[in-house]
């Protein structure tokens, strides 16, 4: 039947990724089962690689450190996003959209700038060994901050907690106040609501947080590599040094796809293997737990205001990278560290006089246009296809569409990587908008479902019954409607294809972009010019997502206006009238 | 096709994908410059049937011509109809005016005639002051208004309306009624109206269709259609009725007669009726009398008496087992009936009809 077949318009996304992502992975795969035999690839059918990957304590134990450590900044995000998502939505109502604005910052603030900062942050001479020293706490600057588990740790939270707090936040934008006062009414104290009405709604959001904080942070490999020193090593760098260093494509592959059964089995099947154990740990507890008694109502004087120091503390946590960052781009001295001796503007004129820099920025201006423009209209085309109708493997096709943001990068990369290495297909600044693209079509296509299911499918018809084509209809009405978030998600994908690092650093061959040039510096020595590149792409950023909010701020307001309209005309039509009643399979 | 008729559906069927049937050969004509009402429970099909006739669905079987011409795969673009949507489906990004220009353009209507004739739409339904208003600055009866200037400025031969209404307050609900009767028959232009409310049916039309389960039960003027229901359903949907089953005695001179409740009852027969069958005799309770209990009609006794302003509704158990209202007229100095008195009821013999089973 016609209702079944997958709409056109999710075409042009769905074959990009199908030869973009979809195609790198399938090669990958069968790399894990060739051969290096005196640096040349053979291909010889084997499966020595993934009994190297497996038997070998070595990657067992990096296996082991990566699951634990994603786990570990999983956890952590969700217990700080819960109070912070709560408290914005019951307590600071007036500060919401600040305080929306703010984690969009975040999230969007340069990936690759925090993880450096975290250097300036715990290192010797860092922001905390500094200030320790100056109240006269220590002598010596302490040195186990740095380059270990806790500093991947701290600075893995620090970068995923945005993407965490988000979709709680969305979530707990859905509970409704009136069922927190029916729950206290009905005799239920503060931390029985939260439990019993506040985490069922929340809960899928906060899995699907963590799940996602937990893939992403377990597989990367830019944290280590800066912060995490020996102690902090984890699979990512293995797997990043096996496309580049050892040039061990087979090995590396074989170690990537283990780390990907990894993940589903964390993400899908432990959860399913001990649903049952905990239903009956929680049906135990509930009957030996004493009947009565006060045991968690001991009261601490002041503990109703726990949001004022929870959210000014989050947000420190969240910003202070960036500022120390900012605030070192203008010392006098020779490395990025406190104290600062004066102010001085000079590693910018050093990094603007920078042929490699002016080089980078011109590459990285031109992918952001390119990657803002074509994931907007791909994004929107592919949503248009997936909002509009119902058809057969709809939840397929979805999945395929949106897999590559839950994909670390850096399996998206090597994957990419084979390919090209494989089909002889030279690293270009092509290349590199092509895993832009990869990158960020999806979140556009978020934005645009978001968007789009918004849009009264109701407004389509009355277009046709006056008179308009289904084309007219989608020029005249819904392409006036949804061009703010159109313009929204293009903004949004420039945002993260201006700091793309993880499968920039991989595709791009000599080509430099502005964060490759923040790396590169890195790697030979840190100075305040990093600091001060860093600033530049954090000022852009901002000024994208700055745009993006104002935009996305004004359909959310006309949204929740119209909201506010139809809430009250049902609730007119509550009060003594008949429901409408709606016309059953209109519904597009 | 009788030369009146503008719209014609010839055993129209439809279902949706999950195979449950919502419309079941459906065949019948609607005159011109009539305001017909499709009238009926939540699920009758009467949506449907109006969304058949703008386009939006498709027919499984049968056909449906507007004005003569066959409308088989005619898009809702190309149909001469207009709608005015349930929840108005006004465009949020275009003003008033450009919101009753949209038809206009979409017929490439030159842009100085268009403007004359979305103005002469606006100044039809009063809003010739609100040209310039964005949408979400409309109360209810405006918006409400502006979608029927909409639909009219295209001159559509048939108004299709949707439950225009049911989102209003009940006061704004009587007026806009009046307003759309007043249009209607203004312009001599053939409503089609959609409502579950049958106040709203009783209040507008010319003629109610009667819907349930997919089917037309009956079709006919207000008034006809609640003085004479043909069946059971159509009697108790519109108004009130009490209804008597009992075996049917005697059919004679259209008058028939069936046993219940420890009595001989007549009525009107109905088409249908045979002697020997079941029937049911239907009377409205404000065609019951309550008088003394030396009367010769069913005897009972009053169970509960409510005071309704200008009427007085007894609920009575008949001596049979049986309920029964009757609503009294509120008459100065006559005293109301107590709970516990012993009476009997009846009514003239056209008050009540007696429909086949």
């Not at chain 2, 490439?108 to 310039?132: F, I, T, W, Y």
């Not at chain 2, 048939?158 to 009767?181: F, G, I, N, T, Y």
């Not at chain 2, 232009?189 to 037309?216: K, N």
């Amino acid at each position: 039947m016609h209702r079944l077949r997958i709409p056109v318009q999710v075409a042009p996304l769905g074959s990009l990724l199908a030869v973009a992502c979809a195609l790198p992975l399938a090669i990958l795969f069968v790399y894990s089962f060739w051969q290096l035999s005196n640096f040349v690839i053979v291909h010889d059918w084997t499966l020595a690689n993934y009994r190297a990957g497996l038997l070998d304590g070595y990657y067992l134990r990096l296996f082991a450190r990566s699951l634990g450590t994603g786990a570990a900044v999983g956890a952590i995000a969700v217990i700080l996003a819960y109070p912070f998502a709560y408290a914005a939505r019951f307590r600071f109502t007036r500060w919401r959209n600040a305080l929306l604005f703010a984690v969009l910052l975040s999230m969007f603030a340069s990936y690759l700038v925090r993880v450096y900062a975290f250097q300036s942050i715990l290192g010797r001479t860092g922001v905390i060994n500094w200030f320790l020293q100056e109240i006269g706490i220590v002598d010596q600057p302490l040195d186990f901050l740095l380059f270990n588990r806790f500093a991947v740790i701290v600075t893995l939270t620090n970068v995923f907690l945005p993407f965490v707090l988000l979709p709680i936040w969305a979530a707990m934008q859905n509970v409704d106040p009136a069922s927190i006062e029916a729950a206290r009414d009905l005799g239920a104290r503060p931390w029985t609501v939260f439990w019993k009405v506040v985490v069922p709604a929340t809960r899928k959001a906060a899995l699907a947080g963590f799940a996602f904080a937990f893939v992403l942070a377990s597989g990367d490999y830019v944290t280590p590599t800066l912060v995490g020193g020996t102690d902090g090593l984890m699979i990512g760098k293995p797997i990043a040094n096996s496309f580049g260093l050892t040039n061990n494509y087979p090995l590396g592959s074989a170690l990537a796809f283990t780390m990907l059964l990894l993940f589903a089995l964390v993400v899908f099947v432990v959860p399913r293997l001990l649903r049952r154990p905990l239903r009956v740990l929680g049906s135990v507890w509930k009957e030996h737990r004493p009947a009565v008694g006060p045991r968690w109502a001991v009261r601490i004087p002041g503990a109703r205001l726990w949001p004022y120091a929870l959210v000014p503390g989050v947000l420190a946590f969240l910003f202070a990278p960036l500022v120390i960052v900012v605030v070192l781009s203008f010392t006098t001295r020779d490395v990025p560290a406190f104290p600062m001796d004066g102010v001085t503007l000079r590693w910018y004129d050093n990094v603007l006089g920078d042929e490699l820099f002016s080089s980078a920025l011109t590459n990285s201006i031109k992918l952001a246009v390119f990657t803002g423009v074509a994931a907007a209209v791909l994004g929107t085309l592919a949503a248009i296809g997936l909002t509009r109708r119902e058809f057969a493997l709809k939840p397929a096709v979805e999945a395929f569409l949106l897999v590559p943001i839950a994909l670390p990068g850096l399996i998206t990369g090597v994957a990419m990587l084979t390919l090209y290495t494989w089909a002889q297909i030279p690293l270009s600044m092509l290349t590199i908008a092509v895993g832009h693209l990869v990158f960020a079509t999806p979140f556009v296509v978020l934005v645009m479902m978001a968007r789009l299911r918004d849009v009264d499918p109701l407004l389509a018809e009355a277009g046709r019954d006056l008179g308009a084509t289904p084309l007219g209809v989608f020029r005249r009405v819904t392409l006036p409607l949804i061009a703010p978030a159109i313009a929204g998600g293009a903004l949004v994908a420039a945002a993260l294809s201006l700091d793309e690092f993880i499968i920039t650093n991989f595709v791009s061959g000599s080509n430099v972009t502005l964060p490759l040039f923040i790396w590169s510096k890195l790697r030979i020595g840190v100075t305040p010019d990093v600091n001060a590149v860093s600033t530049l792409i954090l000022l852009s950023l901002a000024v994208l997502v700055l745009a993006f909010f104002l935009l996305g701020g004004s359909v959310g307001r006309g949204v929740s206006r119209a909201r506010s309209a139809k809430a009250s005309a049902s609730s007119r039509a509550a009060s003594g009238q008949p429901r409408i009643d709606q016309p059953r399979g209109s519904q597009p | 096709m009788s030369e009146h008729a503008i719209i014609r559906f010839e055993g129209v069927s439809h279902n949706y994908d999950d195979d449950t049937v919502v419309l079941k050969d459906i065949s019948f004509e609607m005159e011109r410059g009539k305001f017909y009402t499709l009238l009926g429970p939540s699920g009758c099909g009467k949506t449907t049937l109006l969304r058949i006739l703008a386009g939006f669905e498709q027919p499984d079987t049968g056909t449906v011509a507007i004005g003569g011409e066959d409308m088989r795969r005619r898009p809702p673009e190309r149909r001469p109809v207009n709608m005015v949507f349930q929840r108005y489906a006004l465009f949020p990004h275009r003003t008033v005016l450009e919101n009753v220009l949209f038809g206009l353009e979409s017929a490439r209507v030159k842009s100085a005639e268009a403007r004359e004739r979305a103005q002469q739409a606006l100044a039809m339904c009063r809003l010739q002051d609100h040209g310039d208003r964005r949408i979400e600055q409309l109360s209810g009866g405006q918006a409400q208004r502006v979608a029927v200037a909409r639909a009219l400025v295209n001159r559509p031969r048939v108004l299709l309306l949707d439950e225009p209404l049911a989102a209003l307050d009940l006061k704004l609900r009587r007026h806009m009624q009046e307003e759309l009767r007043a249009l209607q028959q203004q312009l001599g232009m053939t409503f089609v109206y959609v409502t579950h409310d049958q106040d709203e049916a009783l209040a507008l039309s010319d003629l109610i269709v009667l819907m349930d389960g997919g089917r037309i039960v009956q079709t006919a003027a207000p008034r006809e259609l609640y003085d004479r229901p043909d069946c059971v359903f159509a009697a108790t949907f519109l108004g009130e009725s009490n209804v008597i089953s009992g075996t049917v005695r005697d059919v004679t001179g259209g008058v028939a007669r069936i046993e219940a409740d420890g009595g001989v009852l007549p009525g009107e027969a109905c088409d249908g009726v045979t002697a020997g069958a079941l029937g049911h005799l239907c009377v409205r309770p404000e065609r019951v009398r309550v008088a003394g209990p030396e009367s010769s009609g069913l005897q009972g006794e009053i169970e509960d008496v409510v005071f309704r302003g200008a009427t007085v509704r007894c609920i009575l158990r008949l001596r049979s087992g049986g309920r029964l209202i009757a609503d009294q007229a509120v008459l100065p100095h006559v005293a109301l009936p107590q709970r516990g008195d012993r009476v009997a009821v009846e009514w003239d013999a056209d008050a009540a009809r007696v429909l086949a089973n």
